[in-house]
């Protein structure tokens, strides 16, 4: 997260010969990354109205405001793109923005330390908090399920977890 902004996508090249690319998006419903008015790079510098044009294998396709080449588009691969953090929907109970999630502390019931959250990572079926351990190099990977992590609390900065039995160890 840079400020108040929240990164909701990711150029991934371009599409075709005019101008078209191929989004990744990190909206809970890929479409809606349209949705939010113009997305900006990390520094601000630029800004692009997005409008969809379809799908293809792990992306949708997209036309930006102002990007007329292929290689305009080619130029932009890997760009995150932003949104300010209050154009995003309120979530409910239980529901976080991976951002807020990244750098809260992570305890056991006990109130043991066992690190930081390092990354928020989704392979398809669940979240997966990644936690950075004090001391180490390596970090460990903690389901992020009701079971496993029972508290989150935002306003505090920190995560009670009750990881399964060697996790830690």
């Known amino acids: 997260m840079t400020g108040d902004l929240i990164c909701i996508g990711a ?5 075709g010969v005019r101008g078209e690319v191929r989004l990744k998006s990190f909206t809970s419903t890929p479409e809606d990354i349209a949705t939010y008015g113009p997305l900006t790079t990390e520094d601000g510098a630029r800004s692009f109205r997005v409008t969809l044009t379809g799908q293809t294998s792990n ?9 007329r080449t292929k290689e305009e588009a080619d130029a932009l691969r890997g760009t995150q793109l932003f949104v300010a953090r209050d154009r995003l929907p309120s ?8 951002a807020d999630l990244i750098g809260l502390e992570v305890s056991d019931t006990g109130g043991t330390l066992l690190g930081h959250v390092k990354a928020v990572l989704n392979h398809g079926a669940s979240d997966i908090l990644e936690v950075q351990t004090p001391g180490q190099s390596s970090t460990v990977l903690l389901p992020f399920t009701r079971a496993a992590v029972p508290t989150v609390d935002l306003r505090a ?8 039995a060697g996790l830690f160890d």
């Open 157 to 164: 900065g920190r995560i009670v977890a009750d990881p399964p």
């Open 59 to 67: 992306a949708l396709t997209a036309r930006l405001s102002d990007i």
């Open 11 to 15: 150029i991934a090249g371009a599409f």
């Open 91 to 98: 979530l409910p109970d239980d529901e976080y923005y991976h």
